[in-house]
């Protein structure tokens, strides 16, 4: 009587089988939330009481505990502020908090400061910079001053939240865009602007053509460029010039993501990793430093990390601003050391002889596997609480970032604590409009069943065992479905993607196990941002019985029995 005991982020899994002449017999099965963090004391003991609860439910005895080799995941939000790639040619001069641009238009002109303009007018268009020492009244006059001696200013950049003040008092509508960073901003480069009419949407200098044209950037850059230029499709003034040298790495004592690429080591500021982060498949980031997490305070070793930027998820194009909190990163770190003495621990709780078998995606493969009907080059992927795992036939790969990341990425943007937003994350919600009647989120208006709590009335509503339970009083049901898929895709669907570049070619199917498989929005997420690839997105079937949970602990189990009949440890895939 064999255990399979799978130690997760977020649920601890059992599967207890007989094994007889290599056989499987599965004989029972129970899970549990996670005790502590993944591999501490307070999670074994949690698994030793799961195990005990089914032996007695089941009135068997496990002779053997087998276990997969355990490594923590630690996923908080972090206040990282978003910056663009260091590897951008481009750089933004505006602060992503500033507000109050004036005037309309764009222009591309050379950027000239305001003490320049005393000297004699210079040909061609220029835009000029106002630094922060400068009243708005001498600005103006300067300006105006210049412009009547033959100047050809066409922009005007204000360090200060100076810019209705300043396009007031000057005699041409030209784009004045505040509160910019004019360190490092050389006389003489490129600067392109525009400030958008309000309740316009054009924005020229969104497009990544014309942005290369503007600034005389090669065709080379455009992807570059393009990726840039994403971030400004929302924004209600653009100033950007050309990168004249690549950013300051970080000093001693500061936050760093610590990246090996290409053979070569570099340090970037956290801010400065996002893009990097999701763009290298993982196995890229080594060492890492945020002290506004508590386990990372310290320079630690990582196998990988994954950053979700919540400020991308509020881009306007479906939500309303303000009705969801998008300050902030939601960081996941996967940690590179194992939790060496968890098999030892675990057989001192349980008083049975308990060893460490194989990886977690080996046994989540070797688990998934016994799925009917799955394609010879089909590439599992177990979809954990901290973790995803993918595996094909000659390599895995394993990513911080999973069903934990949804969970405190809707708990930080709605403000709930996180047991609640493991709920409403997965299931459609109501917004109760009035005692008896509830908005859903395909549109359609229902009469409830009884009369709603004063509570909930006004409020989005996610329906519990006990009956409606409150969560937001902003999101209409509509824009909640929205977000919530925009979540999903964010996190764990873009994490897979990112993922599949470590593998030569596209499989012809990924066939989605643990506990994540479940949400089948997830699963749809998942598909969408495959269909280009193109993947076939199915849901694994352990055994045939247990559906896409239970992947590693029945994956340990079918391991222990091949150990047995060959009389070896088996280890099938090497990560």
């Not at 509508?173 to 960073?181: A, S």
């Not at 601003?321 to 030892?344: I, Y």
């Not at 459609?428 to 989120?441: F, K, L, N, T």
């Amino acid at each position: 009587m064999v255990a399979g005991v799978d130690i997760g982020n977020h649920t601890t899994e059992i599967v207890l089988a007989r094994i007889t002449d290599g056989t499987v017999e599965p004989i029972t099965h129970g899970q549990a939330p996670t005790r502590g963090r993944k591999g501490s004391p307070e999670s074994l003991e949690g698994a030793a009481a799961l195990l005990h609860r089914i032996e007695v439910d089941a009135g068997v005895r496990a002779d053997e505990l087998v276990l997969s080799a355990i490594r923590p995941v630690d996923t908080e939000t972090a206040p990282l502020p978003a910056a663009p790639s260091p590897r951008s040619p481009v750089r933004s001069l505006r602060r992503p908090d500033a507000s109050t641009p004036a005037g309309t238009g764009y222009a591309v002109g050379r950027h000239t400061p305001l003490t320049a303009l005393a000297g004699p007018a210079q040909p061609g268009p220029v835009i000029v910079s106002v630094d922060t020492e400068t009243d708005f009244e001498i600005a103006a006059a300067g300006l105006t001053a210049a412009i009547e001696r033959g100047w050809s200013v066409v922009g005007v950049l204000a360090a200060q939240d100076d810019a209705v003040l300043i396009r007031n008092r000057i005699p041409v509508d030209v784009p004045v865009v505040d509160e910019v960073e004019l360190d490092g901003l050389p006389p003489g480069v490129l600067v392109a602007v525009e400030v958008v009419e309000e309740g316009r949407a054009y924005r020229a200098l969104a497009d990544p053509i014309a942005l290369c044209a503007a600034l005389e950037l090669g065709h080379e850059q455009i992807h570059d460029v393009a990726e840039f230029t994403r971030e400004l499709a929302d924004s209600p003034a653009i100033a950007v010039t050309p990168r004249t040298g690549a950013p300051e790495p970080p000093a001693v004592d500061d936050d760093f993501i610590e990246f090996r690429i290409d053979a070569e080591v570099v340090r970037y500021a956290p801010a400065q990793a996002h893009g990097i982060l999701r763009s290298q498949p993982p196995g890229t980031v080594a060492r890492i430093r945020l002290r506004s997490i508590p386990t990372a305070d310290h320079e630690m070793a990582v196998d990988d990390a994954f950053f979700t930027e919540l400020s991308a998820l509020d881009n306007g194009a479906w939500l309303r601003r303000g009705v969801a909190d998008a300050r902030g990163t939601v960081v996941a770190l996967l940690a590179a050391d194992h939790v060496a003495d968890a098999a030892e621990t675990l057989g001192r709780l349980t008083g049975r002889p308990a060893r460490t078998i194989a990886t977690e995606p080996a046994a989540a493969a070797r688990g998934a596997q016994t799925t009917p009907g799955l394609p010879p080059d089909t590439v599992v992927c177990d979809i954990g609480g901290g973790t995803i795992d993918l595996i094909g036939p000659d390599r895995a790969v394993t990513a911080a970032g999973a069903g934990e990341t949804i969970t405190v990425a809707v708990a930080r943007m709605l403000n709930i604590p996180r047991a609640l937003a493991e709920r409403v994350k997965r299931t459609p919600a109501i917004r109760v409009e009035g005692p008896h009647v509830a908005h859903e989120e395909d549109g359609r208006r229902l009469f409830l069943d009884g009369p709603a709590p004063a509570d909930a009335i006004g409020r989005l509503c996610t329906r519990g065992s006990a009956g409606l339970v409150p969560f937001s009083n902003k999101l209409a049901a509509e824009e909640w479905r929205s977000l919530r898929l925009a979540i999903k895709q964010e996190t764990v669907a873009a994490n897979i993607a990112r993922c599949l570049k470590a593998f030569e070619k596209p499989p012809t199917a990924l066939v989605l196990a643990g506990g994540g498989a479940l949400d089948d929005e997830l699963l749809r997420t998942v598909g969408e941002s495959l269909r280009t690839v193109p993947v076939v997105v199915g849901r694994a079937n352990i055994d045939g019985v247990h559906g896409p949970r239970f992947a590693v602990a029945a994956g340990l189990v079918h391991l222990a029995a091949e150990s047995h009949q060959n009389g070896r440890s088996t280890l099938p895939f090497v990560v």
